[in-house]
């Protein structure tokens, strides 16, 4: 089968491979890849040369027909934050994560343990399931903000990329009112589609980080009021460094990552409901298509956000 992997060179190439099972799969099933976006994290992987095909948001069809959006995490159930219920934080996930440590879903198929398919609702196509993957980020990320952001609340969200705008749809479809702060016209337009202004004001209670870089995270210090919460939604690939404004403000850093549980309810099968829900999201977010043969072209243009790219996906 064709699977896009890093090449060595920083870069990628499609490659003919067999699909494996995972060693942690106790009941693996088959998933035809129907669409699987490249995140922002892809073009790092690519870079550190990772031995496996790249590609964690990614959704397909299982061999009886049943779409479904594949969660690339798997916890262990054992390690004390697992029984915690903090799934997210597992010991060893980070072991099991595809796309990273094992196969992901830049490839005709993936091989993954049922647990880790969630259904698909009719009128929700396989060919923008991959977008339930950083949906599911922005369920969690806002969720570990709790009662600092009740429906009537305004939020500051900054960066306009995937998680910027997936952090958005959530909040405005929890009533949270969204202004956001992002680099380019298209991602402003992209936002406007999902209810986000391009209005900033001077102080908000609560400021996602969706960026993740040195001068984002400084936006977000000026922007937090006194004793607010800075909501870290993004990956700093660089190291970053807190001023004594943060200190002066006593301000709350938050960071998420990944996705787990809320109460019992997975973070994926809320994103599910809500793709399913608000299907403006599909519009707002995915800005280029590509065939998998088209992977070094699709990598070129996610790279690239000034020409106008927002989410691109591959369809296999």
């Not at 992997?5 to 990628?12: C, K, L, Q, Y």
């Not at 798997?74 to 903090?86: F, I, K, S, T």
């Not at 009662?147 to 900054?158: E, M, Q």
């Not at 980080?209 to 919460?229: C, K, M, N, W, Y």
Request: net charge negative; aromatic share 4%.
């Amino acid at each position: 089968m064709r699977a896009v992997r890093a090449t060595g060179d920083g870069g990628v190439g499609v490659v003919d491979v067999p699909a494996t099972v995972p060693a942690h799969a106790a009941d693996p099933v088959r998933v035809r890849v129907r669409s699987c976006g490249i995140c922002a994290s892809d073009l790092h992987l690519a870079a550190w040369n990772l031995p496996v095909t790249l590609g964690h948001e990614f959704a397909g069809v299982l061999d009886d027909g049943t779409a479904v959006a594949v969660q690339p995490n798997v916890w262990c159930g054992e390690c004390d934050r697992c029984r915690a219920g903090e799934t997210q934080q597992c010991r060893t996930g980070l072991s099991r994560l595809h796309g990273v440590s094992v196969d992901g879903g830049l490839a005709d198929e993936v091989i993954v343990d049922r647990s880790c398919v969630v259904p698909l609702p009719v009128g929700v196509d396989p060919t923008v399931g991959a977008l339930v993957e950083p949906l599911s980020v922005a369920v969690h990320a806002l969720r570990r903000c709790g009662d600092a952001l009740p429906s009537g609340a305004r939020v500051l969200v900054i960066g306009g990329g995937p998680i910027g705008l997936a952090t958005s749809a959530v909040a405005r479809s929890r009533g949270i009112d969204v202004d956001l702060s992002a680099r380019y016209d298209h991602q402003h337009a992209a936002g406007e589609i999902l209810g986000a202004r391009r209005t900033v004001t001077d102080e908000y209670a609560v400021v996602v980080d969706a960026a993740g870089s040195q001068s984002s995270l400084d936006e977000a210090v000026a922007r937090v009021v006194p004793g607010g919460t800075i909501l870290v939604a993004a990956t700093y690939w660089d190291p970053v460094s807190f001023g004594s404004e943060l200190l002066t403000k006593e301000a709350r850093v938050v960071p998420a990552a990944m996705y787990g549980h809320d109460h019992g309810v997975r973070e994926f099968e809320t994103a599910v409901a809500l793709l399913s829900a608000h299907p403006e999201i599909a519009d707002a977010l995915v800005s280029h298509r590509f065939g998998l043969d088209d992977a070094v072209e699709a990598f070129r243009t996610s790279a690239d956000r000034s020409a106008g790219a927002i989410k691109v996906v591959l369809e296999p």
